[in-house]
C-alpha cells in the first residue's frame, strides 16, 4: 500500500508539472498497480487517461529510457484485459490488435513481448486455445532470444495453460509449473496468484483435485499477503470446482461459488460472474431445482451485450434453453 500511496503521489507531483510525459508514467505506474490489486475500475480510469495523454512522436522514447516498454502500448493490453474481465471480450481483441500496431511502429523489443503475451491471455481468458497456444509460443520464443526471464515465465505459464486447455494436460502442467519457478525467481510475484489459478484448474482436470486445493492454497496466501483481491472470484470458482469433484463436497462447493458470485459483482468483473453463475446454475440442475438455476443465469447472461460467440456465453446460453422447455 506504501508503494501504491508513492505512486498517487508521484502522479499529482506530475500534474502540478505540467509535463505530459511524467503524468503519463504517473498513470502508468497507477494502471497496473491497481490492476493487480484487484480495483479493476480505478486501473482502467488510469489506463484510459493514459491512451488520452500518449502521442506517440513525444512520448516513444520513454520505452528506451525510463519505462523499458511503451507506456501506449502498456495501457492498451491492460486495457484489452479489463475489458475482457469487465464483460467485453470483443473490444478486447480490438484494443489488443490495437496496442500490435503501435507495438509494430518502433519494435522495442520488450514492449512486442508484452504485446505477444497480451494476446495470449486475451485468447485464454475468452478460452480460446487454439489461438492462445500461438500467441504464447511466440512470445516463448522471443523471449528465450532476448534472454528476458520475467516475462519467458509468464510466457510458459501461458503455453501451458494452452496446452491443458487443449487437453495436452500433463505437458501443460509441467510448463506451468516451470514458467512459476521463473517467475519466482525473480522475485516478482505480480499475476502469480492467476497462474496458480490456472494450474489449480489442470490439476483438477488431470484427477488430482487434492494437489489443486494446495495449490489454491499458495495463490490465496499471496492474496492475503498483498491485499489484493486480483482474480479472486476465479480463484473461489475453481476451490468450488475442485471441491465438487471430491465426493460429498457439494455444500462446501456451492459456498465458493456463491462468494465467487458476489466477489466478481463487487469488482464488475462480469466474467467472472458468468462463470460462477454457470457453475451454480449447474448445481442446482443437478439438484433438480430448476427455477433456482434460471433466475442466477438469466439476469447475468442478459447483461451480455457482445462475446456470443464466446465458449462461456454458448454454454450459458445452451443451459438457459434447455432450463426452458423443462
Known sequence: MLALQCHMLGTELAEASGDS????????????????????????MHANEGMAIYDFDRHRHLAWGYTGHDPGV???CF?????????SPDQSLLRSQEAMAL?????HPFTMAQVLLNFGVVHLMRREFVEARLWAEKGVSLCTELVMPLVLGQARVYLGWALAGLGVVAEGIREMREGIAIIAGTG????TACYLCALAQ????HGEAEEGLAVLDRAFAILTKSGSTYQLPELLRTRGELLLSLDARSGEAEGCFRQALDAARNQGAHLSELRAALQLGRLFVERGHHREATEVLAPVHAGFGEGFDTPDMVETRGLLQRLATV
Request: net charge negative; hydrophobic share 35%; with cysteine.
Open 202 to 205: 489442470a490439476c483438477g482436470t
Open 79 to 87: 486495457l484489452a484485459q479489463l475489458l475482457c474481465m469487465q464483460g
Open 188 to 191: 516478482a510475484d505480480m499475476g
Open 21 to 44: 510525459a511524467y503524468l503519463l508514467e504517473g498513470h502508468h505506474q497507477l494502471w497496473g498497480a491497481h490492476f493487480y490489486l484487484g480495483n479493476y475500475n480505478t486501473s482502467g
Open 103 to 107: 507495438a509494430e511502429r518502433d519494435a
Open 74 to 76: 502498456c495501457c492498451r
